[in-house]
């Protein structure tokens, strides 16, 4: 039997409901029990103010998750949906505060772009808060638009404020 081949793909957690450390971890360990998935790194946690969105909202949570899998993009954008829904996410207002959001960023060199799923990520070259856990992990990763590592698109933005990288670990490692 030959094994599928494996893509490469990376995902951005973010959540600022309830207790978004024990959703990320919930959402990892889903994601590494997962037979068709291996979880290859993880970024550190970093606080990140709300931006957008409706006022007032709380300090999100962030990380960014780099994985192997033989899922096609589409699966794995509908199990992110599906651990999101578990972890209490529910749709409504845009940018509103939310227990989990798995972003897919990339996968592998891919491009696409469908009312379901736009790859690379559309917005994460203008936001410190998807770059610089990215930065962390892949520094040296190219995006496939604009011709430049992902280390060169946060160096383009202007500096981060108010954003901090914590300590504390939520990778276990069973």
């Known amino acids: 039997?030959?094994?599928?081949?494996?893509?490469?793909?990376?995902?951005?957690?973010g959540g600022n409901?309830?207790?978004?450390?024990?959703?990320?971890?919930?959402?990892?360990?889903?994601?590494?029990d997962h037979p068709l998935i291996e979880l290859l790194q993880a970024s550190s946690l970093y606080r990140t103010p709300a931006i957008?969105?409706?006022?007032?909202?709380p300090d999100y949570l962030?990380?960014?998750?780099?994985i192997a899998t033989s899922l096609a993009a589409a699966e794995l954008l509908e199990l992110c949906l599906q651990l999101e829904t578990?972890?209490?996410?529910?749709r409504g207002v845009r940018w509103a505060?939310?227990?989990?959001d798995?972003?897919?960023?990339?996968?592998?060199?891919?491009?696409?772009?469908?009312?379901?799923?736009?790859?690379?990520?559309?917005?994460?070259?203008?936001r410190h808060f998807v770059l610089l856990p990215l930065v962390e992990i892949a520094?040296?990763?190219q995006h496939p638009h604009c011709g430049c590592s992902v280390s060169c698109l946060l160096d383009r933005l202007p500096a981060a404020e108010g954003i901090i990288r914590l300590p504390e670990k939520w990778i276990d490692h069973d």
Request: no cysteine.
């Open 139 to 141: 520094a040296d990763l």
């Open 52 to 57: 957008g969105g409706p006022s007032g909202q």
């Open 17 to 32: 409901l309830g207790n978004p450390h024990q959703a990320f971890v919930t959402a990892r360990r889903s994601l590494a």
């Open 62 to 66: 962030n990380a960014v998750l780099e």
């Open 102 to 126: 798995i972003d897919l960023l990339f996968f592998d060199n891919s491009t696409h772009n469908t009312a379901s799923l736009t790859l690379p990520h559309p917005l994460l070259h203008q």
């Open 86 to 90: 578990a972890a209490g996410r529910t």
């Open 97 to 100: 505060a939310r227990a989990l």
């Open 1 to 13: 039997m030959i094994a599928a081949a494996k893509s490469r793909a990376f995902l951005a957690l």
